[in-house]
Structure formats: structure tokens, C-alpha cells
């Protein structure tokens, strides 16, 4: 029984920032790549940003580049996910999920096809004035 548990979300003006957490029980992130996703109501997930194994790369959404940062800390077996200039249409539900590193397939892939073997139930993030 592997669960990702996320924390960090809640309201936030537009121009705001957050910053998201996600933390394993029963398992270490060592050997996962690790994404975050989002859904809102009546749209389609969406791969927001991974992180490698090592944390050397990094994917992110066109809809969020140059304003959110995704990061590990091994040592503290944690993800991060820093979200600034936050917009209304970020407004969503934001999951953590981990995959097994593998070379039969790019961490691009891997974010935009969303196949992970772990996933969290999510934090609500509301960007609202």
C-alpha cells in the first residue's frame, strides 16, 4: 500500500504564490520520477511539471513555465512544487504521482501521458480575489 500525500494548497489572490508538498508513506522517493497534475471541474488532467530521479531535469507545461518550480529534497524523501504568479485558471485540484525511473520512455512522456504507478488524493488550489 504505497500512498503520496500532498499538502500546501488553499486560497491565494491572483499574483500569489503557494508552495506544494508531496510525501510518501511506506515507500522512499529515491528511484521515482515524480510529477504534479492538475484537474479542475469538467476539464482534462493536466501534466503540470516532473522531476527526475536526481532532480537534474525537469518538464514543465507550456500553460505554467517561468512561473512554477518543481523540486526534490531525497534526503527529506519530499517533492515541492513552488507556484508563483499565480493566475485564476490555476485554480484547480493538484495531485502528486510517482513512476519507477525506466529509459523505455522520457520524463516528457511520462508527465504528459500521466501513466504512474502512485498517485495522491490531491489538494484543492484556489487563485480568486
Known amino acids: 500500500q504505497l500512498q503520496l500525500v500532498e499538502s500546501g494548497g488553499g486560497l491565494v489572490q491572483p499574483g500569489g504564490s503557494l508552495r506544494l508538498s508531496c510525501a510518501p508513506s511506506?515507500?522512499?522517493?529515491?528511484?521515482?520520477?515524480i510529477g504534479w497534475f492538475r484537474q479542475a471541474p469538467g476539464k482534462e488532467r493536466e501534466g503540470v511539471s516532473c522531476?527526475?530521479?536526481?532532480?537534474?531535469?525537469?518538464y514543465y507545461a507550456d500553460s505554467v513555465k517561468g512561473r512554477f518550480t518543481i523540486s526534490r529534497d531525497n534526503a527529506k524523501n519530499t517533492v515541492y512544487l513552488q507556484m508563483n504568479s499565480l493566475k485564476p485558471e490555476d485554480t484547480a485540484t493538484y495531485y502528486c504521482?510517482?513512476?519507477?525511473?525506466?529509459?523505455?520512455?522520457?520524463?516528457?512522456?511520462?508527465?504528459?501521458?500521466?501513466?504512474?504507478?502512485?498517485w495522491g488524493k490531491g489538494t484543492l488550489v484556489t487563485v480568486s480575489s
Open positions: 504521482a510517482a513512476r519507477r525511473m525506466s529509459r523505455e520512455t522520457t520524463l516528457q512522456n511520462v508527465c504528459v501521458r500521466g501513466a504512474m504507478d502512485n
Open positions: 511506506g515507500f522512499t522517493l529515491d528511484y521515482y520520477r
Open positions: 522531476i527526475s530521479v536526481s532532480g537534474g531535469m525537469s
